[in-house]
């Protein structure tokens, strides 16, 4: 199994961050009109960045507060460095110190600090950052595995108006809960790595989250290889 680095990118996925958060933006702007979201309620999606759509957060979110940037915490797998940007639906403006909190299951498809999962006391994967001054945070991660009917993802969790300490962050106003999805192609060659992974392998196509709840249009955009590790990064705009 690769634990990667981020020091070479391969030829076929070379493009700046730069680019990659232009051509995501670039996209959320296409998409306008009047919408609902998967309990029927009506989304204003008139506004220059539509709301990022909501999907679940399962059983899976521990409310431990810890702020950190590096969530390995040991965890071996394919490295990703995961770059999240925060704006105001509205107004395309970035939101300055909300704090993204992010979970997932590692390259055996399990959760840190579940019992079922048996990792009870342990909190690889689990971080909160607060948003710069652009409205990003960035996290040291890996590339997630699969477990249970899911194709490879990423819980995310924003909030705003907490409590932040240097270490911690509590309180605040839920301003978007999500998931985010990885390209398909990436997700068999990381399937391949983790042989490991004992769980029945699911893509996209056949997870629950990305057909029912517009999980197209939570995607990570990958700059990368498998060998060197990969840098994502996904823009999300919420109503706050």
């Known amino acids: ?19 990659l958060l232009s051509t995501i933006i670039g996209a959320s702007l296409l998409i306008v009109g009047c919408g609902s979201d998967d309990d029927g309620v009506p989304v ?22 810890t702020v950190r940037s590096d969530i390995l915490d040991g965890q ?22 909300a704090a993204v909190d992010v979970w997932a299951a590692n390259a055996d498809g399990k959760y840190s600090d579940r019992k079922e999962d048996g ?18 945070v960035k996290f040291r991660m890996i ?16 909030r705003t108006s907490g409590a932040p300490t240097e270490a911690t962050y509590t309180g605040g106003t839920i301003v978007h809960v999500g998931q985010i999805f990885f390209p398909p192609d990436i997700n068999e060659a990381v399937r391949s790595v ?14 629950k989250v990305y057909k029912k709840q517009n999980g197209a249009r939570s995607g990570l955009a990958l700059e990368g290889s498998i060998e060197a590790g ?3 990064t996904i823009t999300l705009d919420v109503a706050a």
């Open 1 to 19: 199994m690769y634990q990667g680095g981020n020091n070479r990118t391969s030829c076929a996925l070379r493009v700046t961050r730069r680019e």
């Open 44 to 65: 204003d999606e008139t506004g220059p960045c539509p709301p990022t759509p909501r999907q679940d957060d399962e059983q899976s979110y521990l409310d431990e507060g």
């Open 194 to 207: 983790y042989s490991d992974n004992q769980n029945v392998f699911v893509n996209n196509d056949k997870d």
């Open 143 to 158: 590339y997630p595995g699969w477990y249970g009917g899911r194709a490879p993802h990423i819980h995310v969790k924003v």
């Open 230 to 232: 990969f840098a994502g």
């Open 119 to 136: 990792t009870t006391g342990q909190h690889f994967l689990r971080g909160i950052q607060l948003t710069d001054a652009t409205g990003f």
């Open 76 to 97: 071996k797998g394919v490295a990703l460095d995961l770059w999240i940007k925060v704006l105001k639906q509205r107004t395309c403006e970035p939101i300055v110190n």
